[in-house]
Each structure stands twice: as C-alpha cells, then as structure tokens.
C-alpha cells in the first residue's frame, strides 16, 4: 500500500521537473531555479520516505523494493538546475559587471561563479 502511494508521489513530481519555458527575463530564470529547488526539496523528501520503507521491509526481513523512478528523476532533473541555476546566476552577477561600479566588483564575489561550468552545460546541451 505505501509502495503504491509513494509511487503515485512520483510521478505527481515528474510532470513538475520538466516545465517548458520560454525565457524572456531574469524573472522567469529566478521563478524556475525556485520550482526546481522545491523539485528537489520533494524529492529529497520522497528519498527519505523510501529510506523508510526499505528500513520497515528490513525489520520484517522482507526482500527491499527498489525505487528506480527515484533515482531517474533526481538524474533527470540534474541538469535542468544545474541550466537554471548557472543562467539566473550569470544574469544577475554579469548585470552588475556590465552596468556596474568597476570599483565595487570584488575577486571574492566573482570567483564562486564558475564560467567553466557554464560552458560545459552549454556544450553538453
């Protein structure tokens, strides 16, 4: 019974991991690395539902159900965050380098943003 409700809760999820946006402001880039992160606060949840269910089946020395969607969604959904997450960041940070006080740019602020990251999640989509 709750293998059945925590597979329901899955594919509840899947529909929400992959909305198709259009981007047309950096409004839009922070709204969605906000749903991915609830995304991800859902699946973490939903892992640690199934941490529970395998450690019932355990107490009961019951063969563990494995829950290969889990795993496919969190797989699935990497990338698009990693997308959002680096394209919000470069819109805001290179903003503030464009239009900005040279003097307030600090080394500090400018080397968390790796640039590297960015071109390989371009190049890898």
Not at 65 to 89: G, R, V
Request: net charge negative; hydrophobic share 40%.
């Amino acid at each position: 019974m709750k293998d059945m409700i925590f597979i329901r809760f899955l594919s509840i999820h899947k529909v929400r991991c992959f909305p198709t946006v259009q981007l047309t402001s950096v409004e839009d880039m922070r709204h969605n690395v906000e749903a991915l992160e609830k995304v991800s606060a859902a699946l973490e949840e939903a892992r640690l539902q199934c941490d529970d269910i395998n450690r019932e089946e355990e107490l009961f020395e019951w063969e563990l159900t494995q829950f290969p969607q889990l795993e496919a969604m969190m797989q699935a959904k990497d990338p698009y965050e990693k997308l959002w997450t680096t394209a919000y960041h470069f819109s805001v940070v290179s903003e503030q380098w464009m239009n900005g006080n040279l003097w307030r740019i600090h080394a500090k602020h400018v080397m968390p943003l790796n640039t590297s990251d960015f071109t390989r999640i371009k190049d890898r989509y």
